[in-house]
């Protein structure tokens, strides 16, 4: 098994100037023609916290911009993929390593530069993902679905607050041949985020106060299946990660 610590940095930024329990809404959640400017350090050298109950004070000033990412958020019943991709009411287009989210790119291939589309979801509950779709490369034109959908922000979120998750995709690899067995590659995600932290953030771009931090535990399994028509002839694990990362979030964008 394979442990990693990563860190995702969402900043959104608050109007208030004191240290206080706050509560993420869906309100917080990207919408429809906001474009975000993110920024990635590759080699961070900064203290995470620890959870508790009393307020804490996190200095992230000195994070360096390694690669930047701007996703822009459109309105997904503006795509030609609305009625296939229904649950989603957003969407991100553009290289996956650079435009498709927060969160990293849809499987379009190319190392990543192939484009395509991310298909998101915002609601009451959450942020989530719905699918992806290639429009170039080797799975261009594939719908893929996540299904269960994964939840990235769970809402109405609060100190304390907890949500579990799995989620589910697979990419058909091969089916050429419908006399043979068809492959696909498969992605599961476990996963709890838990509120166990507030306080104020500095960064490179300012300081903040009423921060809330949410630790997501999350184990990725990626594996290979043989199957003929619906059922698994074959299956093996390729890859199993563990991961913890770490959410600083605000209210008022």
Known sequence: MK????????????????????????ADLPQAGFTYLTST????????GTPSASAQSWNFSSLTQDYPSVPTFG????????SIFSDSNIYTYGPAAMFGG??????VGSGGMGNGYV?????????????????????????????????????????????NNTARWELPVSNANPADPDTFYVNRVIKTLTSDAYGSLTTPYGAFNNILRVHEYIIKIDSAYLKMGTTVVLSAE?????????LYLANGI
């Open 3 to 26: 442990k990693t610590t990563l860190l995702f940095i969402t900043t959104f930024i608050s109007a208030q100037w004191s240290a206080a329990q706050i509560t993420i809404t869906s």
């Open 41 to 48: 350090d590759t080699t961070p050298t900064i203290s995470l």
């Open 75 to 82: 309105l997904t019943s503006s795509t030609p993929y609305a």
């Open 102 to 107: 927060f969160f990293g790119g849809a499987p």
């Open 119 to 163: 298909f998101w979801k915002t609601d009451n509950t959450g942020y989530w993902i719905v699918g992806f779709r290639a429009d170039s490369g080797a799975y261009a034109g594939i719908n893929v679905f996540v299904n269960p959908q994964e939840l990235l922000i769970g809402t109405p979120c609060t100190y304390a607050a907890s949500f």
């Open 238 to 246: 390729l890859m199993r990660d563990t991961s913890n990362n770490y």
